[in-house]
Structure formats: C-alpha cells, structure tokens
C-alpha cells in the first residue's frame, strides 16, 4: 500500500535554502492534500524534492509502493512545450518514459480513456505547439495520469482552466485518488476549491510547513491573515459547502492581531492523525 510521509525534508537551490523542517503526518491512500501559501512560499520546490528533483535534507517515506516504477510522478506548473509532437504522440511517449517503446493494445485502450475523460480526444492529432494554454495543461494531466502514479504532485494544474474545466479536472483528480487509491497532492491557489475538492491541506509559508489537517480545519482567517495577509472568514452555505469571504488585504496598522502564525503544525497533524 502507498502511502507518504516527509520527515524533515529541506530542499534548496545551490546553497539556497528554500524549503527547511517540513514534517507531516502519514498521508494515506485515496486522499488529496492540498498544497497551499503564497506566491515563493516553497510549494514546488517541496514538489521537487519529494520528486527527487532538487537537492534537500530529509526523508521521504513512500511505504510498500518505494520500488515500483512511477511512484511518484511530478507534472510541473511550466507545461509549455515546443516539441513537434501530435498529442497523442505526447501522451504515448509520457507512458512509455523509462520501457520499451513498444505499445500495447491495453496501453492504447487506457490513453484513449484518460483523453476521453480529459476531453481532449479531439486534439489527438493536433501538434503540441498549436495548442492554446489550457489545452496544453490538460495535454500535461493526461501525460503525468497514463504513467500510472501512484504518488502524484500537481503543480497548480487548473491554472490556464476555465472555471467548468478546473471544477471538471479537480473532481477528476478526487475520483482518481479515490477509485485507483494513490495519493494526489495538488498545489493551488484557489482557497475555495481546495475546500471543495481536497480532503486536507498542508500549509506552507517562508519555505515552512505551518499547518497541516482537515481543509475546513486549516483554511480559517487565521490562516488568511497570518499566511495570505487578507482579512476574511469562511462561511458555510445551505448545502453545507465551506467558502472563503474575503474583506481586503490586511491591514498591519490598523490591526491588533499578533503576526505569529496562529496554528501550530504539531498539533494541526494530531489532529490530522485521528
Ligand atoms: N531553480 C531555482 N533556482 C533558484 N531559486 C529558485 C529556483 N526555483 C525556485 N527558486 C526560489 O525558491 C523559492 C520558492 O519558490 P517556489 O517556486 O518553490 O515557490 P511556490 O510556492 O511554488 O510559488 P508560486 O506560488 O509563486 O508558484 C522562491 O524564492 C524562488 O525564487
């Protein structure tokens, strides 16, 4: 069984140290963890260290799945590419990254179904190069799905989406994690959808994990003021449906609200633990 736990992973560019001390709970399968904080917070660089693409401290503990091909599987937020490749040709070459380029009938029956599902069936035969930018990143979901993670950290993958598509996609990846039991961890900025669609939340500010736990648990206005700097709440509509209402940006001088970060991830992962 898969499942992920950091233990004081640090990443860091040359002797840059963008990431330090990140610690989390064991994540379990069929679960989506949103990644969240502020622009330069440390989000991909976490990415890339959990992935093996940056040099850090730490451990990452993937459980009973650590030796099998694709564990973990890294889409990037950059997903331009000027390959002059058809999708569909894209999308074989993603699935038969590391093995033989043979492909068969099976691999074939299971692109078609993660493009179907993506609807972008149509685009097979377009090159990547004439593709518009959400085009591009659905083209990128289905070359990251067809190589079967089982660990998948997705780097804001509804950012080029409409607001259908990312609602789509984001329920999508909940059905993935739920129905294949893999792991998915999606970094977003969306505070809203990462509510809707994403069973807990791990909050990074300054390249430090400040609080992890149930969505509804970490995403309050402490969070939004300590973390974002915005002043707001979150509501809960007649459906029962968490959404965050936001006043403005947060004023320091105006407010008597100490800057600490108000949660504290030791006991935001107990409680995520239980
Ligand atoms: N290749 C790199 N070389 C040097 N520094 C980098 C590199 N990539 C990122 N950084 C720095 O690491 C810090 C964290 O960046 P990172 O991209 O991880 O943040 P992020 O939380 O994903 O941000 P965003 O929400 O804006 O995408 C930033 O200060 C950034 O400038």
Redesign the pocket.
């Known amino acids: 069984m898969v499942t992920l736990q950091l233990e004081n992973i640090g990443a860091r560019?040359g002797k840059?140290q963008?990431v330090s001390g990140v610690t989390t709970p064991l994540i379990k399968p069929g679960t989506v963890t949103a990644v969240i904080?502020?622009?330069?917070?440390?989000?991909?660089?976490?990415f890339k260290r959990i992935a093996g693409l940056a040099k850090g401290e730490g451990t990452v503990d993937t459980g009973s799945a650590a030796k099998q091909r694709n564990t973990i599987c890294y889409m990037p937020?950059d997903t331009g590419s000027t390959a002059v490749l058809s999708v569909y040709e894209s999308v074989i070459l993603a699935a038969k990254q590391g093995s033989s380029l043979r492909v068969r009938d099976d691999e074939l029956t299971r692109i078609d179904g993660i493009l179907a599902a993506l609807r972008i069936s149509d685009l097979s035969a377009r090159n990547l190069g004439e593709l518009s930018g959400g085009q591009r990143q659905l083209v990128a979901i289905a070359q990251t799905l067809v190589r079967d993670p089982k660990i998948l950290l997705m780097?804001?993958p509804t950012s080029a989406l409409d607001l259908h598509r990312q609602m789509e996609v984001l329920s999508f990846m909940r059905d993935i994690a739920k129905g294949q039991n893999i792991i998915v961890l999606i970094?977003i900025?969306d505070l809203n959808h990462a509510l809707q669609y994403c069973d807990q939340a791990m909050a990074?500010r300054d390249?430090r994990m400040v609080a992890f736990g149930p969505c509804a648990d970490v995403i309050d206005s402490d969070l939004l003021r300590d973390v974002y700097q915005v002043d707001g709440h979150v509501e809960y509509n007649s459906l029962g449906h968490a959404h965050v209402v936001l006043r403005g940006p947060h004023d320091e001088t105006n407010s008597r609200h100490s800057t600490a970060v108000m949660h504290n991830p030791v006991s935001d992962m107990s409680l995520a633990a239980q």
Do not use: C, F, R, T
Request: hydrophobic residues 35%; aromatic residues 4%.
């Open positions: 560019y840059v963008v904080g502020p622009n330069a917070a440390g989000k991909s660089s976490l937020q780097d804001e970094a900025h990074i390249g």
